[in-house]
């Protein structure tokens, strides 16, 4: 509908319908329902035909629905927002609104909600008066909620943009779209588009628009908005209202700054009038506005598609559906900055800070239902000030989370330890108050508005000076009852043996490892502490042990001593502490008693509880315990470590042996025991391979001693066979082929000790039986001796194939390498070094060695495949070499340690499987292999 005359009209048809746009003060949107027009627009549509000449209306609705309509449209102060009415009402003091004589009154509902409006605004007070700010925003002639962006606007010094976006959201949009055009609209409109903010659209649209109108004519200019889809008298309605603001901000003596603003100091200003305007996106793409409204961005924006999690909005159109026009990306932080006091706050979860000294909890802040700020930790003391001193005396003075310069904290904590140890000793917890007595005792001394550590400490030392000790405890604040069955005599600080003193240590802690009592032995000393004496405990503890021991006792001995506590009083008026067995003398005592005797079995069969047991801490003599555990045997082998050269001579000589060629050094034993600073030390003998002949020597280890004998045994074999050893040199000699693949290894001889010594070696199966004796020697070399020939030349043919190969691939590794190689060729070196080392053919398991051409195979293969293939061999590169360094890091421990453990060998042979497996699978492994498989033969192996 056109308020023009437009000739020429002869026909019209009236659909009865309009789309009129009304305010609901409910959803606080403008709704543009299509509604049924009035009479009077209907007689208006009528009156465009027939102006110059008689014309036809057609209506396409009834007589008697046109005589049902209301006789005029609703003016439009019954359906708008009545803010701006109401601010010009109280700035020319018009009075109340709803007091107002007006024609047609508005609902004081929509009063209502201008005056909510207003408030959000700062335009008027809790009474409903106008402010100062409300004063500044009658003055500008646009709406309050762009009035207030643009005071805001001066503050965040963002005034002349905002200026400009603000007269644009007073004024028409100055974009064209027409039906027929769209697609053209939209590609001369993009240039403009600002992807975070259709604010900054506007701007971008604005300063364009200005720098054309400053070098073009007014036709050009015209021109120009055509070209661009911008409507030439909307830009010029956009330039007037700007001016007009712009004036208005200058009699308010507000300037425009003269640097450009930053996007957050714009859109600050202008989410100060659109407080209630934010929106958060939900899990369906949609947004969550104030109120629990629901809303879209409108197509036509970019952010349409991006879909920010936060966004503000300049209008909110309810057409379809809900829309947002005018859309900018914004921080929720922005809006705290600004709502003051039209934020809620809600608190949870408080709790004591030891740092903070205060209490604080989570604080949950939200605008208008929108939750800005889900968590934040404040301080609490000010919001519940009863709980936040609750918390101070629980969790601050009770358990001592309080950093305070006074000195009756310490002095309260020692004293609680000194009296826990009563409760410790006893194994009760009857004998200390409770938590809650403390929390009596300061509740009753502080103040009641003290809830946190700077107001404490202020208090306290005030306090001190007229009364120091009013914070102390005392015993008997902390006691519920006497202790009188905790003496010294019955639990005592020290275990005494042979004018040395142990310290002795309690704890009530069950299932934890100090559980009981522990005794702290210094390491050199542990030789020293007596075995029996410790199963008798302290006198304190050794009834319940005794009747512990009793009741362990199967049925059939246990039913003979009920009640077993009475019986075992009778037996400790007989018992008496001593450095032997007490289980005996518990038999002994109950024997006298009972003329029951109880095998020495069935007290070796009950399974104590470890409070019942010595926890025996070994230190060093900087007070560090080294470990600790209920068994003394365990602990005496680990720490009695024997030291060489320091056994007495006569063992040394009787043992020892240097220089023998055959075995005449008569029977070996299997160990041989000395004492050293009370301490039983063990040390293992072992054949020592010396060349031209081997030395009998003890060892630290039985595992290193039989290590060492295989090469001591196989030297005593190869020099009891010197002839026939001078006949397979002279048969290996004629191998050059052999000889020359070794070239670079070693010399000619090397390789055929090496060959001789390997092959000795598994001929004989040295090290499956051990050799104590000649007659154990003997036997061996009459099994085996006859074996050696054919061992040796099968061991050649391997050799030749396993020498032929590494040298084809120490050639290949010699060669041009790309750079890019480097890492896998390192990882090669480093298997050949662990492949391929000097006396490998002697220590390397004959089932091993026979792999080793695979092995070798599998290297050349993953050579080959190196050029092209350099990224997956690093991928399997980086794979492999985590499970090497941990297996190389174990070896060297245990060969530091001189532990020997099958299952770590059987894990370094599986590894190189693995290594066919990730290098050259089409060699196919020995035995399944898989990171499962070797995690779980890692389990396996000792630490």
């Known amino acids: 509908e056109t308020s023009l005359t437009v000739p020429g009209i002869r026909n019209v048809i009236d659909l009865g319908t309009a789309r009129i746009s009304r305010y609901s003060y409910r959803s606080k949107v403008q709704r543009l329902p299509v509604e049924a027009i009035s009479q009077a627009s209907a007689n208006q549509r009528k009156g465009r035909c027939g102006r110059v000449s008689e014309g036809v209306c057609l209506r396409l609705y009834s007589e008697e629905d046109f005589l049902s309509r209301s006789t005029f449209t609703d003016p439009e102060i019954l359906r708008t927002n009545l803010a701006s009415v109401i601010l010009q009402m109280e700035n020319l003091r018009l009075g109340r609104m709803e007091q107002f004589p007006f024609i047609e009154k508005p609902d ?18 809790t009474k409903q008066t106008l402010t100062g700010m409300g004063k500044r925003l009658a003055t500008l002639p646009v709406d309050p909620r762009i009035a ?5 606007a001066d503050t965040e010094g963002s005034l002349r943009e905002v200026l400009i976006i603000a007269s644009a959201l007073s004024a028409q949009d100055p974009r064209d779209r027409p039906f027929d055009q769209r697609q053209k609209a939209d590609l ?16 971008t649209i604005w300063q364009a628009y200005e720098e054309q109108r400053q070098i073009l004519s007014q036709n050009k200019l015209r021109a120009y908005c055509r070209e661009h889809f911008l409507n030439y008298m909307r830009m010029k309605e956009w330039r007037e209202v700007h001016h007009q603001l712009r004036v208005a901000c200058k009699q ?40 629990n409204s629901r809303f879209s961005i409108f197509p036509g924006s970019p952010l349409a598609k991006s879909k920010p999690q936060w966004i503000m909005v300049a209008e909110l159109v309810e057409t379809s ?15 705290e900055s600004l709502a003051g006091d039209l934020l809620k706050h809600s608190y949870s979860d408080p709790v004591w800070r030891k740092r903070r000294g205060e209490v604080m909890a989570k604080q949950k802040t939200s605008l208008y239902g929108l939750v800005l700020q889900a968590e ?28 305070t310069q006074g000195q009756f904290l310490e002095a309260n904590a020692r004293l609680m330890v000194e009296l826990e140890q009563l409760e410790n000793k006893a194994r009760k917890r009857d004998i200390l108050v409770d938590e809650s ?5 300061y509740n009753a001394r502080i103040p009641q508005d003290i809830c946190s550590q700077s107001g404490f400490e202020k208090w306290r030392k005030a306090i001190e000076k007229k009364t120091p000790k009013l914070l102390f405890l005392s015993k008997e604040d902390l006691l519920r009852r006497d202790a009188n069955e905790v003496t010294a005599a019955q639990f005592p600080n020290m275990l005494a043996w042979q004018d040395v003193h142990f310290p002795l240590r309690y704890s009530f802690s069950p299932g934890k490892t100090g559980d009981g009592v522990t005794v702290s032995v210094p390491q050199e000393l542990l030789g020293q502490l007596p075995l029996k004496r410790l199963e008798w405990l302290v006198p304190g503890m050794l009834r319940e042990k005794c009747i512990a021991l009793l009741k362990g006792l199967p049925k059939k001995w246990r039913r003979n001593f009920v009640p077993i506590p009475d019986y075992v009083d009778i037996c400790l008026e007989s018992l008496k502490v001593g450095d032997y067995s007490l289980s005996q003398k518990l038999t002994d005592a109950l024997k006298k008693k009972k003329g029951i005797t109880i095998p020495d079995e069935e007290w070796e069969a009950v399974q104590l509880d470890e409070q019942h047991l010595f926890n025996i801490e070994v230190v060093d003599a900087q007070g560090v315990v080294l470990a600790q555990g209920r068994n003394l045997v365990a602990l005496r082998e680990t720490f009695s470590s024997p030291v060489k050269n320091e056994m007495d001579n006569p063992v040394k000589k009787t043992v020892e042996i240097q220089g023998a060629t055959t075995w005449n050094f008569g029977q070996q034993s299997e160990c041989v025991e000395s004492v050293h600073s009370g301490i039983t030390v063990r040390r293992y003998p072992a054949i020592i391979d010396k060349k031209d002949s081997v030395n009998v020597e003890l060892c630290d280890s039985e595992q290193e001693a039989q290590r060492l004998s295989i090469r001591g045994v196989m030297r005593l074999l190869i020099l009891n066979q010197a002839q026939s050893i001078r006949q397979l040199r002279k048969e290996l000699a004629k191998n050059k082929t052999l000889v020359m693949a070794y070239r670079g290894l070693g010399t000619e001889r090397e390789l055929q000790d090496a060959l001789i010594e390997a092959s000795c070696i598994h001929a004989f199966k040295i090290g499956n039986d051990k ?8 036997a061996l070399y009459e099994r085996g001796r006859s074996l050696l020939f054919n061992e040796v030349k099968q061991l050649e043919k391997q050799a030749e194939v396993i020498f032929s190969l590494y040298q084809n691939i120490e050639k290949k590794l010699k060669g041009r390498i790309p750079l890019l190689w480097a890492n896998s060729l390192t990882d090669v070196r480093e298997q050949l070094d662990a492949l391929i080392y000097t006396g490998f053919l002697a220590e390397v398991p004959s089932v091993q060695l026979k792999e080793y051409p695979r092995y070798l195979q599998a290297i050349m293969k993953r050579l080959e495949k190196l050029d092209g293939n350099i990224q997956r061999d690093r991928v399997a590169t980086q794979e492999f070499k985590k499970v090497w360094e941990q297996y190389a890091k174990r070896a060297d421990k245990h060969h530091r340690e001189g532990v020997r453990d099958s299952a770590l060998s059987q894990y370094r042979w599986m590894l190189e499987e693995y290594r066919v497996s990730l290098f050259a699978q089409e060699l196919k492994t020995k035995v399944p292999v898989s990171p499962k498989r070797l995690r779980a033969l890692w389990e396996d192996i000792s630490v």
């Open 188 to 203: 001369a409109h993009k240039p403009f588009q600002d992807k975070r903010s259709d604010f900054i659209t506007l701007l």
């Open 437 to 441: 007595a403390l929390y009596d005792f």
């Open 108 to 125: 004081n509902r929509f009063v209502k909600d201008g005056y909510r409006l207003l408030q959000e605004l700062g335009a008027i007070g």
């Open 376 to 403: 934040r930790y404040v301080s609490y003391s000010g919001i519940d000030a009863p709980i936040s001193r609750e918390l101070f005396l629980s969790e601050g003075l009770v358990k001592e989370e309080i950093h």
């Open 771 to 778: 050799i104590f004796s000649k007659e154990d020697f003997d």
């Open 148 to 152: 207030r962006m643009v005071l805001a």
């Open 252 to 291: 308010l003596g507000m300037k425009e700054q003269k640097t450009d603003a930053s996007y957050a100091a714009i859109h600050k200003a202008m989410m100060a009038g659109l407080l209630s305007h934010l929106g958060l996106k939900d899990k369906d793409g949609e947004y969550l506005g104030a109120r």
């Open 321 to 335: 559906k809900l829309f947002a026009r005018h859309v900018a990306i914004v921080e929720p932080e922005w809006a």
